[in-house]
């Protein structure tokens, strides 16, 4: 996808969360009363980490209880989590997902989830589950808003060598930190050099920071009654990535969770979005999924397909102004 198509669909979203914020919540609960608000979260820390700062926002302990109580005081929480259970359910109740698999998600977020009466489902990446050992095992974009960070407090000769090493890989801009945020996951070696260049051990931070949970908290949280889902391999934007590429980021992942974790039940949410994603795609894994998620909001399902469409809150302090926001009928759950 072009940089101009990105901007105007990027415009066209925001455009449309400030139309649809000035529709009143009973008017959109009332016309999308069988479909059944999904919220998703990434982290709830007490302090932003470096990695995940210039990628979205974060919720600390606090703030997460006032989402949940705000949402509680509206909505009852979906207690049958099977496909049968979600797909019937209406937009009395609501489910809340965890995206990425984050330690946070773990440690922080699924004690009050638990005394909150809350289930969950948590999306992992798969090849991360080891607990990020090294910094193979962590998605690309978290070592660019690590170094971007970083970049911050470096010299100027320090800044203008980073922009020369990016500018060489074909990532120009007025500023290093925002060229680091553009790189494609396909160009992953930039990072590397970049790293270099500012004597950074990308290894040893990831292995001493631990972004994700590990297979054993995995298996923890599904003996605690939370669910658990596949979301790809590595984290690929899909349209970024051939058919082929799609269909076995998806396949391959699916299997790992269904098998490691012996699941009655196959979900997977889409890295990102479903942006790219054609008929063929889900014609080459029907029987292999049986629900999808993705994140343009709520209002709508594409029936055939079984995609269950979410709203995000990591960067919103009430769940009612994102739920207008982000109302999505069909077919304006395709402006994504």
């Given at each position: 996808?072009?940089?101009?198509?990105?901007?105007?669909?990027?415009?066209?979203?925001?455009?449309?969360?400030?139309?649809?914020?000035?529709?009143?919540?009973?008017?959109?609960?009332?016309?999308?009363?069988?479909?059944?608000?999904?919220?998703?979260?990434?982290?709830?820390?007490?302090?932003?980490?470096?990695?995940?700062?210039?990628?979205?926002?974060?919720?600390?302990?606090?703030?997460?209880?006032?989402?949940?109580?705000?949402?509680?005081?509206h909505?009852?929480?979906?207690?049958?989590?099977?496909?049968?259970?979600?797909?019937?359910?209406?937009?009395?109740?609501?489910?809340?997902?965890?995206?990425?698999?984050?330690?946070?998600?773990?440690e922080?977020?699924?004690?009050?989830?638990?005394?909150?009466?809350?289930?969950?489902?948590?999306?992992?990446?798969?090849?991360?589950?080891?607990?990020?050992?090294?910094?193979?095992?962590?998605?690309e974009?978290?070592?660019?808003?690590?170094?971007?960070?970083?970049?911050?407090?470096?010299s100027?000769?320090?800044?203008?060598?980073?922009?020369?090493?990016?500018?060489?890989?074909?990532?120009?801009?007025?500023?290093?930190?925002?060229?680091?945020?553009?790189?494609?996951?396909?160009?992953?070696?930039?990072?590397?050099?970049?790293?270099?260049?500012?004597?950074?051990?990308l290894?040893?931070?990831?292995?001493?920071?631990?972004?994700?949970?590990?297979?054993?908290?995995?298996?923890?949280?599904?003996?605690?009654?939370?669910m658990?889902?596949?979301h790809?391999?590595?984290?690929?934007?899909?349209?970024?990535?051939?058919?082929?590429?799609?269909?076995?980021?998806?396949?391959?992942?699916?299997?790992?969770?269904?098998?490691?974790?012996?699941?009655?039940?196959?979900?997977?949410?889409?890295p990102?979005?479903?942006r790219?994603?054609?008929?063929?795609?889900?014609?080459?894994?029907?029987?292999?999924?049986?629900?999808?998620?993705?994140?343009?909001?709520?209002?709508?399902?594409?029936?055939?397909?079984q995609?269950?469409h979410?709203?995000?809150?990591?960067?919103?302090?009430?769940?009612?102004?994102?739920?207008?926001?982000?109302?999505?009928?069909?077919?304006?759950?395709?402006?994504?």
């Amino acid at each position: 996808m072009s940089f101009v198509n990105e901007k105007l669909l990027r415009s066209a979203s925001r455009g449309m969360r400030m139309i649809m914020r000035h529709i009143p919540l009973e008017v959109s609960r009332a016309v999308s009363a069988r479909t059944l608000p999904i919220f998703i979260f990434h982290a709830v820390e007490t302090h932003p980490k470096p990695y995940i700062k210039h990628l979205y926002d974060y919720h600390t302990p606090e703030s997460f209880e006032r989402v949940l109580d705000e949402i509680l005081r509206h909505f009852k929480p979906l207690e049958d989590l099977s496909p049968e259970g979600i797909a019937r359910a209406g937009a009395d109740r609501f489910l809340v997902t965890f995206d990425d698999g984050l330690r946070s998600s773990y440690e922080v977020a699924s004690p009050i989830l638990e005394r909150k009466g809350i289930p969950a489902i948590h999306f992992l990446i798969t090849d991360f589950l080891g607990g990020g050992a090294s910094s193979s095992m962590v998605e690309e974009k978290f070592k660019a808003s690590l170094l971007m960070e970083l970049l911050k407090s470096r010299s100027e000769r320090d800044q203008t060598d980073v922009a020369a090493i990016l500018a060489r890989m074909g990532y120009a801009s007025a500023h290093p930190g925002q060229a680091l945020m553009s790189v494609r996951q396909a160009d992953g070696a930039v990072f590397d050099a970049v790293a270099a260049r500012l004597s950074v051990d990308l290894d040893a931070y990831f292995r001493a920071d631990r972004p994700y949970i590990t297979h054993q908290e995995a298996t923890d949280l599904v003996r605690r009654g939370f669910m658990l889902g596949a979301h790809s391999c590595d984290h690929p934007r899909y349209w970024e990535i051939t058919l082929d590429e799609q269909v076995s980021q998806t396949r391959r992942s699916m299997r790992h969770m269904s098998e490691s974790f012996d699941l009655p039940y196959r979900y997977f949410a889409f890295p990102y979005k479903n942006r790219g994603i054609t008929p063929a795609f889900y014609e080459r894994v029907r029987g292999e999924v049986d629900l999808f998620f993705t994140t343009s909001g709520w209002g709508s399902r594409m029936n055939d397909d079984q995609v269950f469409h979410r709203v995000g809150l990591d960067s919103s302090d009430s769940a009612l102004t994102a739920l207008q926001c982000g109302w999505r009928p069909f077919p304006l759950s395709l402006v994504q």
